[in-house]
């Protein structure tokens, strides 16, 4: 069983940036996929960042594109997501996800993925 326990968001103002860490505890699979995903008021969960365990490709939505970063470290079992230039629009709660990798045209889809933390909230201000 896998656990992910997400921390480092907070508020920030505009053209800030934070980083996100996701921890992995428990055994993980190497055909697996991780990503950050966000949810902002009132709309629905959108991936924005993803990576294949297999081979470490990455992938980042158009929407975010240029500001945001995933990483992972294996030595410390963490995911990162590095977001820079933020904007108002990034407010969101981000949650790290894990799955079963399923094709480059699954990883943003919210129902690949099995395994969720409690969210971190990012709030960017004006």
């Known amino acids: 069983q896998v656990l992910l326990v997400e921390s480092g968001g907070g508020s920030v103002q505009a053209g800030g940036s934070l980083r996100l860490s996701c921890v992995v505890f428990g055994f993980f699979d190497i055909d697996n996929q991780m990503a950050w995903f966000r949810q902002r008021p009132g709309k629905e969960r959108e991936g924005v960042a993803a990576i294949y365990l297999e081979d470490y490709s990455t992938y980042v939505a158009d929407s975010v594109q240029g500001r945001f970063t995933i990483s992972q470290d294996a030595a410390k079992n963490t995911l990162y997501l590095q977001m820079n230039s933020l904007k108002p629009d990034d407010t969101a709660m981000y949650y790290c996800?894990?799955?079963?990798?399923?094709?480059?045209?699954?990883?943003?889809?919210?129902?690949?993925?099995?395994?969720w933390g409690q969210g971190t909230q990012v709030t960017v201000s004006s």
């Open positions: 996800a894990a799955g079963t990798y399923g094709g480059s045209s699954a990883l943003f889809k919210a129902v690949q993925y099995n395994t």
